[in-house]
């Protein structure tokens, strides 16, 4: 007599088939809720593209092509030849690129020239009254608040912001609103005499 077959019993764990099967499904299930590759990466904008922007400088208006990768102390030097705006560090250290953007100094190396655009931006030639200097650089003379004379620009940028938003600072409200510009000659002593100063001829000419 033969033997017997006993019965399959059905395995506790997963098959291979089982496996192979599940995965497939889910795979399925989450590529479904996942955007395209055409979606997820949107377009990116070359760096040497030429676009159009329109600056307000001194009050000219100024309308030119411009990568967008150019800085703001670029165009202005090598573009528009406004070169009272120094080149110095080019990474936000020393400040000898400073303008005005809206009356508030800003780091022009640090700032593309696209982002400028419907802001109202002053340079050092901006301070002037046709040839007379303006209040804050008649005092930086004054007070002999330079040497080499590379970061003066900078420093007086700087020091107009501060005088436009605190027009009789504090020693301290002066130390700190020009922390952000370096002399290597250290003439900081006169350079924060000049800001006294420059707040003094203000006051008298009912200057901001």
């Excluded at 006993?6 to 497939?24: A, L, M, N």
């Excluded at 703001?72 to 080019?90: A, I, N, P, W």
């Excluded at 931006?121 to 008649?138: M, N, P, R, S, Y």
């Amino acid at each position: 007599m033969g033997r017997k077959r006993k019965p399959e019993v059905p395995s506790q764990g997963v098959t291979r088939r089982g496996f192979i099967t599940s995965v497939g499904a889910g795979a399925v299930v989450a590529s479904a809720g996942l955007p395209s590759r055409a979606e997820a990466v949107p377009e990116i904008t070359n760096a040497d593209e030429m676009v159009m922007v329109k600056l307000s400088i001194n009050g000219r208006k100024h309308q030119l092509l411009v990568e967008p990768r150019w800085t703001l102390s670029f165009v202005l030097r090598d573009r528009l030849g406004l070169t009272g705006t120094k080149h110095g560090c080019e990474r936000g250290e020393c400040g000898s690129c400073t303008v005005l953007m809206n009356d508030q100094p800003r780091y022009s190396c640090m700032t593309l020239a696209v982002e400028a655009e419907g802001a109202k931006i002053e340079t050092v030639e901006g301070l002037l009254d046709g040839e007379a200097l303006g209040a804050t650089q008649q005092a930086f003379v004054e007070e002999d608040a330079f040497q080499c004379g590379y970061c003066t620009s900078g420093q007086v940028m700087a020091a107009e912001g501060l005088l436009r938003s605190q027009p009789h600072p504090s020693q301290l409200e002066v130390l700190t609103g020009m922390a952000g510009n370096l002399c290597r000659c250290g003439a900081y002593a006169h350079i924060v005499n000049a800001v006294d100063r420059a707040a003094e001829i203000k006051k008298a000419g009912g200057e901001r």
